[in-house]
């Protein structure tokens, strides 16, 4: 129970170095720079982990929502708000970003009710590619030369607030009525079904869901870049962020942090070996899936990810055992 | 005995199925009071798991009529067609042949999960946990902890449904079945795995359950012991077809039943 008191401090001084790092230039900049991508990677991985991991589809498709939530993101920045105040809307394009790749993750969601599994993997993957190619066809937004001019509005505190938000949104949501009915699909969609959980809405809900965070997600990342085009969303940007989920454990919050960060730090790390690097981390992958093939967390949490209730009711049944057990009914004979 | 005998609760009509070519299910009806305790019974392959995935929606009837007299809707309402989380939340809830828990959850939220259409915030308050949540998670986590203590599986709610005992995972899906508030419980085949003693504790239980939780009752099962000992009607399905219908003694007798079970040879 400490735990939880220790979170909300945890958050401030979170909150705080991000102000803290690059005012006081505690840190050089291109450690800074990685703690951006590493917060981008946390907000990615959990995104998908609520579709691969607490649903137990697969998507691969999402780096095509990124790309959605960065494009539209970037247009605002750079063509639509009035000069001077796109520092200050900054949010209001990533929320928009978001919106529109959400509005992508309804309708790519829909035609794939019928679709579990591989057959979803494939349409998120038709998905990947038409977006891939309507970006490289709309000239307006530079083709297949990209899109630039985005002044650098992604600061460390931004990324880590989205961080915050993203992973209190979705813990909430996992920890609901509706998270129980994506996690009962995950187990077994018919028996699912036959409980009364409308598994169209509640799959519809957690893709949308996944689908805007990663748009948000594009939106940071297309203004720490600073220049997007269409390659940069490919399939490759799939794989890093399944990697990631993979990595760090599905169905687990905790997990999708940890792998974001281990795979983003170790990349770079890792740098001086070149090309070697991607031998490497291949090869981490494999030995994982042998050893561990629910990753670091594999549907563990740790406990600060828990809603205050849900720790009520496990205490509840703790207590219930306790009565049930003789040492319990002495106990309580002798108060 | 409920008080609304001779109240029809779900009335099936020529109910077919074909599977490609293969009729599955052929011309199956069935007036279902409410109150009653009826069992399905027939050899390997016989339909009968069909018949429940009709009624429950997992299958759509490729000719005839199911109506029920649900909770909410108006009499009669068909239930071919609509989607099994429909026809669940009318009151119809079932058990599955083979085990099919939720098996990486919780024993408490596998309960918590049957609350799904009895829960009342809506997605914004989950994303925010705001609003109505607080209250409502407590409302159903209390419910299902109810539920669970019935059951006497109170003390393995934080267990993941896996590691529960076949006899206690067998209890568990009762449980979350009732968690749906069912008029109509359809069991498939609850005493698989079980020896005559335990038969004998499971035949007490479903009279005990269906006594608490006022139910209504269809049974699969091949256990001639089970059926026999609290079925008040037994039908006979075999190829698909019915071939038998009464009280259990007057099945046990007869002679279209003796010849599906046995062959032709050990009847003459």
Redesign the interface.
Known sequence: MANRRVLPIVLAVGLILSFAIPALGLLDRYIQLILMYVGINIILATSLNLVNGYMGEFSVGHAGFMAVGAYVASILTVRVFPPGTEAFLFPVALIAGGLVAALAGLIVALPSFKTRGDYLAIVTLAFLMIVKSVIENIEAVGGPRGFLGMSKLTTLPWTFVWMVITLW?IR??I???????V??IR??E???????????RVKL?AFT?SAFFTGVAGGLFAHVLQFINPRVFDIIKSTDILIMVYLGGI?SLSGSIIGATIYTVLLEVLRPLGVWRMVLMPLVLVFLMIYRPRGIMG?REVRWFV?G?DLL??R???Q??AE??PAGKEASDVL | MSSSEGNLLLQAKSVTHFFGGLCAVSEFSLDLKAGELVGIIGPNGAGKTTVFNLITGVYRASRGSITFNGAGTGAGTELVGRTPNQITRMGIARTFQTIRLFKDMTVLDNVRTAHYSLVGYSAPEALFHAGRYQVEERRITDNALDLLAAFKLDSLAGEQAKNLPYGSQRRLEIARALATRPKLLLLDEPAAGMNPKEINQLMEFIQWVRREFDLTIILIEHQMRLVMGICERITVLDFGATIAEGLPHEIQNNAKVLEAYLGQEAVG
């Open positions: 949104v909430n949501f920890y609901s009525n509706y998270g129980r009915g996690i009962s187990e077994d018919i028996a699912s079904d036959l409980m009364g959980v409308d598994t169209k809900l869901i169905g549907l809603p209730y009711a496990s509840l049944w703790r219930a055992r049930a057990s």
